[in-house]
């Protein structure tokens, strides 16, 4: 038996729930399939001292504010998973878990969407899997002898996984500098922290208000036609969170230029020197976890499909929303996703109608 819906939502994270939201404003028939046990999206798998960048009133999704979490200027993880369940509730979204999908493919005038509980059958699919799913390691020199433990930022948890360690946290992003602060603050653990350029922290005042605006305002400029602004790029690299402002302040952030190669028991520098690694926490990012679009064959450079908007090109029934500004300005935060969710919603409506 094949289930039917007019619009399917894949993913139940946070531009899920946005993309809820909003069809369900727009009186539509829709279900949501998220691959997790709980609600929450990535946030539950976040390490334990992850904060948002933002406060509460400026990290919320499109019509019911975050609540201030008490004594924290900037919320952590476990709170954002409290509110995204709230959210889900409180609006009776229509969620189905743990549902994971396999494929989406053409069938005549609808779209296929194969999953482990069953196929799905909808005039219109909006994928919303996020990045968190797919983290990326760089094929690094000598990374294949290195006899240390290497992981990624998805499998941190705390600094006393790593007590009396050699670590190197390699990366010059937010989650490089906020693991790097988490380990530089505990004396257990002897930090060494690389990065591809000097990292460039933002000025202690700015978070992601700020970050929201630029990215804003640069997508308006471009769609203008005017200069590019820049955007978040402009401003710098990394948000001063409180942790990294306390471990900047009693100087052991300290960031070194990135190594060379990778040898079995460290890594070399540039210039022959070599230091001793037990263990390699890639900080390196992520790719859109789009293995589920294969079959529609839209796969373009750099492994997107090519979009306008939201909308696939080459498959004018999908939206793709949250994978970051390529798909909406600010796209893949919290206070991001809602616009483009909004707009998502209203052309589906136009496109059942």
């Known amino acids: 038996m094949i289930n ?18 909003h069809l369900r404003r727009a009186e539509l028939d829709f279900v949501i399939l998220d691959a997790q046990n709980a609600p929450g999206g990535a946030w539950q798998f976040g390490w334990d001292s992850l904060r948002l960048f933002s406060p509460a009133a400026f990290s919320s999704l499109p019509g019911r504010l975050m609540p201030a ?13 409290t509110y995204l369940t709230d959210y889900e509730r409180h609006y009776s979204l229509p969620v189905h878990r743990p549902v994971r999908v396999r494929a989406v493919d053409r069938d005549g005038p609808r ?27 760089p094929a690094a020199p000598g990374s294949g002898v290195f006899q240390g ?11 006393s996984d790593f007590a009396g360690q050699r670590v190197l946290v390699v990366g010059g992003g937010n989650s490089g500098a906020q693991i790097a602060a988490d380990l530089a603050l505990d004396p257990a653990v002897d930090l060494t922290w690389v990065t591809q350029r000097p990292p460039r922290l933002l000025a202690d005042d700015i978070d992601g ?17 005017r200069g590019d602004t820049g955007g978040v790029a402009s401003l710098g690299d990394i948000v001063a969170v409180p942790p990294v402002r306390a471990a900047r302040d009693s100087g052991r952030l300290k ?28 900080c390196t990012g992520f790719r859109p976890a789009l293995s589920h679009l294969a079959p529609l064959g839209l796969r373009g450079p750099g492994g997107r499909p090519a979009t306008h908007g939201t909308r696939a090109v080459g498959e004018l029934r999908l939206h793709l929303l949250g994978y970051g500004d390529w798909t909406g300005p600010a796209s893949a935060t919290l206070i991001g996703v809602g616009r483009p969710a909004r707009d998502v919603a209203r052309e589906v409506a136009q496109l059942l109608a």
């Open 4 to 21: 039917a819906t007019d619009v399917l939502v894949i993913g139940g994270g946070q531009a899920g729930l946005a993309a809820g939201y």
């Open 111 to 137: 779209l296929r969407v194969e999953t482990d509980q069953g196929d799905w059958s909808a005039r219109t699919v909006i994928s919303a899997t996020g990045t968190w799913w797919r983290p990326f390691i």
């Open 69 to 81: 979490q008490p004594g924290e200027e900037y919320p952590d993880a476990e709170h954002v998973v």
């Open 255 to 282: 960031a070194q230029p990135m190594f060379q190669r990778m040898e079995a028991e460290g890594v070399r520098w540039p210039d022959g020197t070599t230091a001793r690694v037990d263990a390699v926490i890639w």
């Open 209 to 225: 208000r700020a970050l929201f605006d630029a990215a804003t305002a640069r997508r308006r400029a471009l769609d203008e036609g």
């Open 149 to 159: 433990r290497q992981s990624h930022t998805v499998g941190y948890r705390c600094p």
